[in-house]
């Protein structure tokens, strides 16, 4: 399954069954770095921290 969604989604997979499952999130353009949040009580998002998106490439057949 693919979903297409703007800059304003926030994006929050959710597996609710017992069997493993895997997202693998694509996006064009490429991201440079990812934010994560945390619900706060009152229903906002709050920053937690900033990661670096690309990660070093051993190889050019190697996977980001």
Do not use: C, I
Request: aromatic share 6%; net charge positive; glycine share 4%.
């Amino acid at each position: 399954m693919s979903r297409a969604f703007g800059a304003e989604h926030v994006h929050r997979v959710v597996n609710p069954s017992a069997q493993p499952a895997t997202s693998l999130p694509v996006y064009s353009p490429p991201l440079v770095s990812m934010d994560f949040y945390r619900p706060t009580p009152g229903r906002e998002l709050e920053l937690v921290h900033t990661k670096a998106a690309l990660a070093p490439r051993s190889g050019p057949a190697e996977l980001r």
